[in-house]
C-alpha cells in the first residue's frame, strides 16, 4: 500500500481538521502549529497543508522535507505561503481561491447597500427616537469599480449586476473571459486611472504581491469622485492607510468599507475607529457557517487529484503572486 505522508501547519484541536481522518488508506497525517511540532515526520512529507502557519514554518519544512511534491494555502492570499526559495523551486502550490469568494462578495453588497440607504443615517434616528425621512440612493444608477477581477471580483461582479448596477472591471489582462457576461467595460493594469473618476463604488480584491502593493494612494484617490466609497476585502497593504485616513478625514471620498488592514488586529489607536464614514470588520467577511469545514473539504478534494496524478485546481503563478 502506498505510504503518504501529510504535514498540516494548524492547531490540532481545530474542530475541522477532523475530517482529514478519512482522507484515504495509506495516508499518514502530522497536524502541528509549527515546523518544529511537525518533528521527524517532516523528512518523509510528500504533501504540505498550510492552514495557519508562518511564512518561517513553511520554509523550514520545505528545507527538511527532500521529497515535498505540493504545498496548498487554505487561504486564496498567500502572504504567509509564498517567498523566493519557493518561487524558485518546481513544487507546485495551490490556494484557497473560489472557496470564500461568494461571502466576499456578499460582503462588498452589504457595503454597497450601507451607503447608498444610508443605514448609518437610519440606525442614528433610531436610537434617538426621530422620525427622520430623507432621500435614498437607486444603486441601479450607479456604477462600480473593481480592482483586480479575479475570482473575488467575478462574485462581486455578477452580484452587483443582479441589483442593476454598471460594472467596470480592471485587470491585469484584459482580454476577453469567463465572468465578463456581468462587466460593462474591462480595463487593462495600465488604465487603473482612467476607470476611478467613473465610480461610485471601487471594490479592491487584488491580492497582495509586490506589483499590487499601494495601488491605491493618495493620487488615486484625488482621481476618485467625492461621493466615491472604497471597499477592501484584498489584502490591507493594497491600500495606503495613511491616504485613505486623509481622503476619508477630508471628506474627499464619501466613505470606505473595509475586512482588512495593515495591522491585524487594528491597534487601538488608529484613526479607523473614530471614523464616522468607516464601515469595518475585523478580517472576517468571509467566515460564514461551514467556512473552515470547506477549506478542508477542497483540500481533500484536491489531494484525490494529486494522488491519481490529475490536474491540480488553483495552481499558482508563483511569479505573480497569485
Known amino acids: 500500500m502506498e505510504d503518504i505522508t501529510v504535514l498540516v501547519l494548524a492547531d490540532p484541536a481545530t474542530p475541522a481538521l477532523r475530517k482529514l481522518e478519512k482522507i484515504g488508506p495509506g495516508v499518514r497525517v502530522r497536524i502541528g502549529k509549527t515546523a518544529e511540532a511537525l518533528g521527524d515526520a517532516i523528512p518523509r512529507a510528500r504533501v504540505l497543508f498550510n492552514w495557519t502557519g508562518s511564512k518561517p514554518d513553511v520554509r523550514r519544512v520545505m528545507e527538511l522535507a527532500p521529497g515535498l511534491e505540493w504545498i496548498h494555502a ?3 492570499g498567500l502572504d504567509r505561503s509564498l517567498f523566493p526559495e519557493l518561487v524558485a523551486s518546481p513544487i507546485p502550490l495551490t490556494n484557497g481561491s473560489g472557496v470564500f469568494s461568494q461571502s466576499l462578495g456578499e460582503f462588498i453588497v452589504l457595503g454597497v447597500l450601507y451607503f447608498a440607504k444610508d443605514i448609518a443615517r437610519m440606525a442614528k434616528a433610531k436610537d434617538e427616537r426621530r422620525w427622520d425621512v430623507f432621500e435614498k440612493v437607486e444603486i441601479r444608477r450607479q456604477t462600480i469599480g473593481i480592482v483586480a477581477h479575479g475570482d473575488i471580483g467575478r462574485a462581486v461582479a455578477w452580484r452587483v449586476k443582479a441589483l442593476g448596477m454598471r ?8 482580454a476577453p473571459r469567463a465572468g465578463d457576461e456581468h462587466v460593462d467595460r474591462v480595463y487593462g493594469a495600465a488604465d487603473l486611472h ?4 467613473e465610480c461610485d463604488y471601487v471594490a479592491v480584491t487584488a491580492p497582495l504581491t509586490p506589483l499590487t502593493a499601494g495601488m491605491i494612494g493618495k493620487r488615486e484617490f484625488d482621481l476618485m469622485k467625492p461621493g466615491a466609497v472604497i471597499l477592501n476585502v484584498g489584502r490591507g497593504p493594497v491600500i495606503d492607510e495613511a491616504a485613505m485616513i486623509d481622503a476619508l478625514a477630508a ?16 491597534p487601538a489607536d488608529s484613526p479607523f475607529w473614530s471614523l464616522d464614514n468607516v464601515l469595518m470588520s475585523a478580517h472576517s ?3 460564514v457557517e461551514n467556512w473552515v469545514e470547506d477549506a478542508v473539504e477542497f483540500f481533500m478534494d484536491q489531494f484525490s487529484l494529486w494522488r491519481k496524478g490529475e490536474p491540480l485546481r488553483n495552481l499558482v503563478d508563483k511569479h505573480a503572486g497569485y
Do not use: K, S
Not at 471628506?251 to 487594528?266: C, K, T
Open 74 to 76: 487554505m487561504y486564496a
Open 285 to 287: 467577511a468571509d467566515h
Open 251 to 266: 471628506r474627499r471620498i464619501r466613505g470606505a468599507v473595509l475586512d482588512v488592514f495593515d495591522r491585524e488586529p487594528l
Open 194 to 197: 482612467l476607470m476611478l473618476p
Open 167 to 174: 460594472v467596470l472591471a480592471h485587470r491585469r489582462n484584459p
